[in-house]
């Protein structure tokens, strides 16, 4: 018999009511990311995710954070469903994706408000009730039981809490990056995009470093709040809890603010290269339509003719621009690149014949053209999208050829290729979502490159939120190893983004949109010659030092555990 504890049980309730709170949360914290771009909203919720999943029971912790992780990425993926693909395939696309990477956050709520708390920090769930103890069941108790536990425990061991559950969030999205297949789409970080100075701490730790200050911050600031809530009187505690968190904030925005200010400025113009971006805004099932490839190469040829009157030094095409090449076409391009004294990079299929087994090598490739006609240089996708360009595990799982539309799988690259451009310009191609990969983009300290390139086509989306969210994501590259970066797409987003991650100019059609035909010329001036950042130095040495501390305190908590 307990007698004492049935004075904090709450009534009776169901677990809708309980699910309803979960899924809110995932939904507050999509606000945050186009097309809400609330950001305010990042640094609320990974606080609250981490006190409704706060729980003696390791499964309900986990549960807790898995949907609100799920409602987060259904409410993100959305565009998944505009595939033209039969309905069912990306509704099962859509509902797959998310409860897999809702999964991830589920581990994170279950490491963070279960593993942490009682295996590490021996935070146990106890609350003294008229001079006597007792075991709080916190998933049975009301919500300021939670609130006040967290405010009896030690203002030191709730920072130190707040310090790992933000590491071990940072780990989580690295490992996101690199399980299986890779999808590093929209880290916490990115939500932040707009706040320049803040984002300035990718130049050292990736984007990890942004969502590690906000997940610190937000779980900081809650722990703050339930020693006031709960006692007024505790403010030196709450003190001690916010000082870090506002130290750490205030000195990166403050160093933020003055890299920016003091970004190397440009110098003579005979240094700069102007470039032409065509986005043509093919639609997909068009793309797909071989009788549709005459439209397609008038289309890009009339923009890209109008572009040249401007005298470019490059063209730049989107990824998949050429259906195939059909000899009188590609006749005339090198007839214009010649013409008009002018590079050309565009994206198209590459087939590489005589192999043994007398099957071809397809690979999604970009092209440098020189303004001689001559293909200068080729680079090949290394990161292939599943189920869109091949298909994960065809020779375990044969069926999956009958049952998944895509004809053919490609070939992965192999390397990164420089492309030299008017012996003046070195720039680093990246192809469709291979922008979002941090270390595909990271350019080693000893290569000159003066600018990114990024190639795409998200028509597979319609007009959606991937375009933003996939420009978002892409543009911490920049900060990363500071040098500007240059997006290139079918229907949106082509951009100019500088070396402090902001977006100087973006291509809108005579509508006004984001998504129509168009050219954006960009004039790319060679900057002063800096020092490598951190991060083009070291890579994810702070991502890979999360990992560790999260894997540390697995081992201690197995190793407590065992002794007790």
């Given at each position: 018999m307990r007698p004492r504890f049935q004075q904090l049980?709450?009534?009776?309730?169901?677990?809708i009511p309980l699910?309803?709170?979960?899924?809110?949360?995932?939904?507050?914290?999509?606000?945050?990311f186009p097309p809400g771009e609330i950001w305010a909203t990042a640094w609320l919720v990974p606080g609250l995710i981490l006190l409704v999943a706060f729980s003696t029971s390791a499964f309900k912790t986990f549960c807790a954070a898995a949907v609100s992780g799920t409602a987060f990425w259904l409410c993100i993926l959305y565009w998944l469903l505009h595939m033209p693909v039969p309905k069912i395939l990306s509704a099962l696309a859509w509902c797959s994706l998310s409860i897999v990477l809702g999964i991830l956050i589920g581990l994170w709520g279950w490491f963070s408000g279960y593993w942490i708390p009682r295996k590490v920090l021996s935070i146990s769930p106890s609350l003294t009730i008229n001079g006597a103890k007792n075991d709080v069941p916190l998933e049975k108790t009301e919500f300021r039981h939670k609130l006040q536990l967290i405010n009896s425990r030690d203002p030191i061991k709730l920072t130190l809490w707040a310090f790992l559950t933000a590491t071990s969030w940072s780990a989580i999205e690295s490992l996101?990056?690199?399980?299986?297949?890779?999808?590093?789409?929209?880290?916490?970080?990115?939500?932040?995009?707009?706040?320049?100075?803040?984002?300035?701490?990718?130049s050292i730790t990736g984007c990890y470093g942004v969502s590690f200050i906000i997940v610190y911050t937000s779980v900081s600031v809650l722990f703050a709040i339930c020693k006031i809530v709960i006692k007024p009187t505790q403010l030196n505690g709450a003190m001690v809890i916010l000082a870090p968190a506002a130290?750490?904030?205030?000195?990166?925005?403050?160093?933020?603010?003055?890299?920016?200010?003091?970004?190397p400025t440009t110098y003579t113009s005979s240094n700069q290269l102007k470039i032409a971006l065509i986005q043509p805004a093919i639609p997909?099932?068009?793309?797909?339509?071989?009788?549709?490839?005459?439209?397609r190469q008038k289309q890009l040829m009339d923009l890209t003719i109008e572009a040249a009157r401007n005298k470019p030094d490059l063209i730049i095409w989107p990824e998949a621009s050429l259906p195939e090449f059909t000899e009188?076409?590609?006749?005339?391009?090198?007839?214009?690149?010649?013409?008009?004294?002018?590079?050309l990079?565009?994206?198209?299929?590459?087939?590489?014949?005589?192999?043994?087994?007398?099957?071809?090598?397809?690979?999604?490739?970009?092209?440098?053209?020189d303004p001689s006609g001559k293909i200068s240089s080729i680079y090949r996708k290394r990161r292939l999208v599943p189920f869109g360009e091949f298909i994960p595990l065809e020779q375990q799982l044969p069926f999956l050829k009958k049952v998944i539309p895509v004809p053919g799988s490609l070939t992965p690259g192999s390397h990164p290729v420089v492309f030299r451009i008017k012996t003046t310009h070195n720039t680093n191609p990246l192809i469709c979502f291979e922008d979002t990969f941090p270390d595909l983009?990271?350019?080693?300290?000893?290569?000159?490159?003066?600018?990114?390139?990024?190639?795409?086509?998200?028509g597979w989306f319609g007009e959606s939120a991937a375009h933003w969210q996939h420009m978002i994501t892409a543009l911490f590259r920049a900060v990363e190893n500071g040098v500007p970066l240059v997006r290139c797409a079918n229907n949106g987003i082509s951009c100019y983004i500088s070396p402090t991650g902001k977006p100087i100019a973006l291509l809108r059609d005579h509508r006004g949109s984001y998504y129509g035909p168009g050219i954006l010329h960009v004039t790319l001036d060679k900057t002063l010659p800096i020092k490598p950042t951190f991060y083009r130095r070291f890579g994810d040495v702070f991502a890979n030092a999360c990992a560790v501390i999260g894997i540390m305190c697995g081992v201690t908590g197995i190793l407590r555990k065992t002794t007790q």
């Amino acid at each position: 018999m307990r007698p004492r504890f049935q004075q904090l049980e709450s009534p009776p309730r169901t677990l809708i009511p309980l699910i309803l709170t979960w899924v809110c949360l995932g939904v507050l914290l999509a606000l945050a990311f186009p097309p809400g771009e609330i950001w305010a909203t990042a640094w609320l919720v990974p606080g609250l995710i981490l006190l409704v999943a706060f729980s003696t029971s390791a499964f309900k912790t986990f549960c807790a954070a898995a949907v609100s992780g799920t409602a987060f990425w259904l409410c993100i993926l959305y565009w998944l469903l505009h595939m033209p693909v039969p309905k069912i395939l990306s509704a099962l696309a859509w509902c797959s994706l998310s409860i897999v990477l809702g999964i991830l956050i589920g581990l994170w709520g279950w490491f963070s408000g279960y593993w942490i708390p009682r295996k590490v920090l021996s935070i146990s769930p106890s609350l003294t009730i008229n001079g006597a103890k007792n075991d709080v069941p916190l998933e049975k108790t009301e919500f300021r039981h939670k609130l006040q536990l967290i405010n009896s425990r030690d203002p030191i061991k709730l920072t130190l809490w707040a310090f790992l559950t933000a590491t071990s969030w940072s780990a989580i999205e690295s490992l996101r990056t690199h399980l299986l297949w890779g999808f590093p789409w929209i880290p916490l970080g990115s939500s932040q995009y707009k706040m320049i100075p803040l984002i300035q701490i990718s130049s050292i730790t990736g984007c990890y470093g942004v969502s590690f200050i906000i997940v610190y911050t937000s779980v900081s600031v809650l722990f703050a709040i339930c020693k006031i809530v709960i006692k007024p009187t505790q403010l030196n505690g709450a003190m001690v809890i916010l000082a870090p968190a506002a130290i750490l904030l205030t000195t990166l925005c403050t160093w933020g603010y003055y890299k920016t200010a003091h970004t190397p400025t440009t110098y003579t113009s005979s240094n700069q290269l102007k470039i032409a971006l065509i986005q043509p805004a093919i639609p997909q099932l068009v793309i797909w339509d071989p009788t549709m490839t005459p439209m397609r190469q008038k289309q890009l040829m009339d923009l890209t003719i109008e572009a040249a009157r401007n005298k470019p030094d490059l063209i730049i095409w989107p990824e998949a621009s050429l259906p195939e090449f059909t000899e009188d076409f590609f006749s005339a391009l090198i007839d214009f690149v010649h013409t008009n004294n002018v590079w050309l990079i565009f994206g198209a299929d590459e087939v590489e014949l005589g192999y043994p087994d007398n099957k071809p090598r397809v690979y999604n490739a970009a092209f440098l053209m020189d303004p001689s006609g001559k293909i200068s240089s080729i680079y090949r996708k290394r990161r292939l999208v599943p189920f869109g360009e091949f298909i994960p595990l065809e020779q375990q799982l044969p069926f999956l050829k009958k049952v998944i539309p895509v004809p053919g799988s490609l070939t992965p690259g192999s390397h990164p290729v420089v492309f030299r451009i008017k012996t003046t310009h070195n720039t680093n191609p990246l192809i469709c979502f291979e922008d979002t990969f941090p270390d595909l983009a990271r350019i080693p300290p000893d290569e000159k490159i003066d600018f990114l390139l990024n190639i795409t086509n998200d028509g597979w989306f319609g007009e959606s939120a991937a375009h933003w969210q996939h420009m978002i994501t892409a543009l911490f590259r920049a900060v990363e190893n500071g040098v500007p970066l240059v997006r290139c797409a079918n229907n949106g987003i082509s951009c100019y983004i500088s070396p402090t991650g902001k977006p100087i100019a973006l291509l809108r059609d005579h509508r006004g949109s984001y998504y129509g035909p168009g050219i954006l010329h960009v004039t790319l001036d060679k900057t002063l010659p800096i020092k490598p950042t951190f991060y083009r130095r070291f890579g994810d040495v702070f991502a890979n030092a999360c990992a560790v501390i999260g894997i540390m305190c697995g081992v201690t908590g197995i190793l407590r555990k065992t002794t007790q």
